[in-house]
């Protein structure tokens, strides 16, 4: 029996199906252990207990998977009662899971997986949120003081190796190393493991002296002090400019710049744009060009070339952002707005270094509180009003040549059919374009992509539980491809089991489509690059949703009267699409690489 086994097998959480599924309770879910003869109580003087108390004070939220190493925690969570715990079936889901809790406006949101094979499994979610700058707390098994077991591996070093600092618990220090562990998290906005030796777990607690349990928890953002002579310079760039853009990012949304940002276009007769996971900071008002990169329309993408000055807040200017360098004049000047020491993107020629907000403010009054410039620079150029541009992409056919569904016709669809109160995770691969170009979002809470900071697919599935912990109340759409979803199949169980209601588009063309469309076209074998066709819905049922295949257009009323019934639970829309269609973005990446491959 390997080590996590024995813990891991206790008992089976109730499965949704034929039976009617129960209100969760504000604390534990319906996922909690029960009460079990011989298993002595935690109380706040084991070292677990201690953690637990200190974690609650920052987190309303648990995701887990129990092991040896993390079983006296969960342990003390549950009988606390104070944080919510929700059951995974991966370890990679436990890490993504709390890393969309956040992303969802749910705050600092804490993982749990056992020592050994269970933390090797959540690596690649937790190089994930150190890539995109999550806040989390991963609480984990780790090997007893007494040294290692032949099981055990440096997990400390792991850690490192994906920039992720590693903090031990001992029994002196239990609630203040977590106390550490939630304010670096918070603080430094990162993901933080805290380590809890498998000897040490259910051993009790030394006191702790001094104010650990009674001091001040809010965190104080590290101060930077702005420039003044060089915003001054900004706002004058930016005054002179004819044809001014403001490109925000989600760095902008969590700084809460969204008003201030808005209020600047305005007064600027500026263009407006964001990238994909800045959706919603700025309106769709007649300013707004949509997402900057490879997923803006033609038009729009055409729009951010005219700017003279463009001023990015929050966003990294990655090379999708910019569409491999393609995205801005040559000769337009690029400020950044960021908190970190250097510049993303070597495409920026100044670097205002401070709190997006913050900076927001001092450039509007630096500009005064005169009229609102016009629109003429703008208008000279023919972009005076840019109405919906973001929306103006090929419909699409019925179908495409091969008689599958047009994956272009099948989100024009989903616009229509998807509630208002929609929130989109999505998951990685060639479809990852379709639901933000084509699908309406709200604010930047209600679009995640977990998984692209680090590349990755197969988190689809845990970042909608997690999304859905955050924001119960509002219909989650997951949208993810075969090839992420079958990486990610056991917690397809999580998502029927946690989902409140929600909706999960698998946009199936059997196929790993991005790498026919990068490599097959350039004479890469193909074999490997496909999937035999999977009944997604048939897979959806058997964990206790409903499903449908969709092979048509009109297949889609299946979705729509579950929709309109207002059934609680989870649909499974089998979406079988056309690989002969290409998203614009994955053109421009294969032109890249033909360029660079020239050189």
């Given at each position: 029996?390997?080590?996590?086994?024995?813990?891991?097998?206790?008992?089976?959480?109730?499965?949704?199906?034929?039976?009617?599924?129960?209100?969760?309770?504000?604390?534990?879910?319906?996922?909690?252990?029960?009460?079990?003869?011989?298993?002595?109580?935690?109380?706040?003087?084991?070292?677990?207990?201690?953690?637990?108390?200190?974690?609650?004070?920052?987190?309303?939220?648990?995701?887990?998977?129990?092991?040896?190493?993390?079983?006296?925690?969960?342990?003390?969570?549950?009988?606390?009662?104070?944080?919510?715990?929700?059951?995974?079936?991966?370890?990679?889901?436990?890490?993504?899971?709390?890393?969309?809790?956040?992303?969802?406006?749910?705050?600092?949101?804490?993982?749990?997986?056992?020592?050994?094979?269970?933390?090797?499994?959540?690596?690649?979610?937790?190089?994930?949120?150190?890539?995109?700058?999550?806040?989390?707390?991963?609480?984990?098994?780790?090997?007893?003081?007494?040294?290692?077991?032949?099981?055990?591996?440096?997990?400390?070093?792991?850690?490192?190796?994906?920039?992720?600092?590693?903090?031990?618990?001992?029994?002196?220090?239990?609630?203040?190393?977590?106390?550490?562990?939630?304010?670096?998290?918070?603080?430094?906005?990162?993901?933080?493991?805290?380590?809890?030796?498998?000897?040490?777990?259910?051993?009790?607690?030394?006191?702790?002296?001094?104010?650990?349990?009674?001091?001040?928890?809010?965190?104080?953002?590290?101060?930077?002090?702005?420039?003044?002579?060089?915003?001054?310079?900004?706002?004058?760039?930016?005054?002179?400019?004819?044809?001014?853009?403001?490109?925000?990012?989600?760095?902008?949304?969590?700084?809460?710049?969204?008003?201030?940002?808005?209020?600047?276009?305005?007064?600027?007769?500026?263009?407006?744009?964001?990238?994909?996971?800045?959706?919603?900071?700025?309106?769709?008002?007649?300013?707004?060009?949509?997402?900057?990169?490879?997923?803006?329309?033609?038009?729009?993408?055409?729009?951010?070339?005219?700017?003279?000055?463009?001023?990015?807040?929050?966003?990294?200017?990655?090379?999708?952002?910019?569409?491999?360098?393609?995205?801005?004049?040559?000769?337009?000047?690029?400020?950044?707005?960021?908190?970190?020491?250097?510049?993303?993107?070597?495409?920026?020629?100044?670097?205002?270094?401070?709190?997006?907000?913050?900076?927001?403010?001092?450039?509007?009054?630096?500009?005064?509180?005169?009229?609102?410039?016009?629109?003429?620079?703008?208008?000279?150029?023919?972009?005076?009003?840019?109405?919906?541009?973001?929306?103006?992409?090929?419909?699409?056919?019925?179908?495409?040549?091969?008689?599958?569904?047009?994956?272009?016709?099948?989100?024009?669809?989903?616009?229509?059919?998807?509630?208002?109160?929609?929130?989109?995770?999505?998951?990685?691969?060639?479809?990852?374009?379709?639901?933000?170009?084509?699908?309406?979002?709200?604010?930047?809470?209600?679009?995640?992509?977990?998984?692209?900071?680090?590349?990755?697919?197969?988190?689809?599935?845990?970042?909608?539980?997690?999304?859905?912990?955050?924001?119960?109340?509002?219909?989650?759409?997951?949208?993810?491809?075969?090839?992420?979803?079958?990486?990610?199949?056991?917690?397809?169980?999580?998502?029927?089991?946690?989902?409140?209601?929600?909706?999960?588009?698998?946009?199936?063309?059997?196929a790993y489509g991005a790498e026919i469309h990068q490599y097959a076209v350039r004479g890469v074998a193909e074999q490997p690059m496909l999937i035999d066709q999977v009944d997604f819905a048939a897979l959806g049922r058997a964990?206790?949703?409903?499903?449908?295949?969709?092979?048509?257009?009109?297949?889609?009323?299946?979705?729509?009267?579950?929709?309109?019934?207002?059934?609680?639970?989870?649909?499974?829309?089998?979406?079988?699409?056309?690989?002969?269609?290409?998203?614009?973005?994955?053109?421009?990446?294969?032109?890249?690489?033909?360029?660079?491959?020239?050189?």
């Open positions: 029996m390997g080590p996590r086994a024995s813990a891991r097998d206790t008992h089976e959480p109730h499965r949704r199906g034929s039976v009617p599924r129960r209100a969760a309770p504000a604390a534990a879910t319906v996922d909690e252990p029960p009460s079990r003869p011989g298993v002595p109580v935690s109380d706040t003087t084991t070292v677990s207990a201690a953690v637990a108390a200190e974690l609650e004070q920052h987190a309303s939220h648990v995701f887990a998977l129990m092991g040896n190493g993390n079983a006296w925690f969960l342990d003390a969570v549950v009988r606390r009662g104070a944080m919510r715990v929700t059951a995974v079936r991966h370890e990679a889901a436990t890490v993504a899971a709390a890393d969309a809790c956040f992303r969802a406006g749910g705050g600092l949101a804490i993982a749990t997986t056992t020592y050994g094979p269970g933390y090797t499994n959540a690596l690649t979610s937790l190089a994930e949120a150190a890539q995109a700058r999550v806040p989390l707390v991963l609480v984990v098994g780790d090997q007893p003081t007494t040294g290692p077991r032949p099981w055990d591996v440096d997990q400390a070093a792991i850690a490192a190796a994906v920039g992720v600092e590693t903090i031990v618990v001992g029994t002196g220090d239990a609630r203040a190393a977590a106390r550490r562990a939630a304010q670096a998290a918070l603080v430094e906005r990162r993901p933080v493991v805290l380590a809890l030796p498998y000897d040490l777990a259910h051993r009790p607690a030394e006191e702790e002296t001094g104010d650990v349990a009674t001091a001040e928890r809010a965190p104080v953002p590290p101060f930077i002090a702005i420039d003044a002579e060089q915003l001054a310079g900004v706002a004058a760039l930016l005054d002179a400019a004819e044809r001014p853009l403001l490109l925000a990012g989600r760095g902008a949304h969590l700084a809460g710049a969204a008003e201030p940002l808005r209020a600047l276009a305005a007064r600027l007769g500026a263009r407006t744009a964001s990238s994909a996971l800045g959706s919603g900071v700025f309106a769709a008002d007649h300013r707004h060009l949509g997402i900057s990169g490879g997923f803006a329309s033609e038009r729009a993408a055409a729009a951010i070339e005219q700017a003279d000055a463009v001023l990015v807040v929050g966003a990294g200017l990655n090379q999708f952002q910019t569409r491999f360098g393609d995205a801005f004049a040559p000769a337009a000047r690029i400020v950044q707005v960021d908190v970190l020491d250097a510049a993303t993107n070597p495409r920026v020629d100044e670097l205002v270094r401070g709190d997006a907000r913050l900076v927001a403010d001092a450039l509007l009054a630096l500009l005064g509180d005169g009229d609102a410039r016009g629109d003429e620079g703008w208008a000279a150029a023919g972009l005076g009003d840019v109405t919906g541009i973001h929306f103006e992409r090929e419909a699409g056919e019925p179908a495409a040549p091969d008689g599958r569904l047009d994956p272009r016709s099948l989100f024009h669809a989903l616009e229509r059919i998807l509630p208002d109160d929609r929130v989109v995770v999505s998951d990685g691969g060639h479809f990852i374009g379709w639901a933000p170009t084509h699908l309406t979002i709200a604010d930047p809470e209600r679009l995640l992509m977990v998984g692209t900071a680090f590349q990755t697919i197969g988190l689809g599935f845990p970042s909608a539980v997690g999304a859905a912990a955050a924001r119960p109340d509002d219909t989650l759409v997951l949208v993810s491809g075969d090839g992420g979803a079958l990486m990610a199949l056991a917690d397809l169980d999580s998502v029927a089991r946690t989902v409140r209601r929600g909706v999960v588009v698998i946009v199936n063309d059997a964990v206790g949703a409903e499903g449908a295949v969709i092979e048509t257009l009109a297949d889609l009323a299946q979705l729509e009267a579950w929709l309109a019934s207002g059934a609680e639970g989870v649909f499974v829309a089998d979406c079988r699409v056309s690989q002969q269609v290409v998203a614009p973005y994955m053109l421009e990446i294969v032109e890249a690489a033909t360029r660079a491959a020239a050189r």
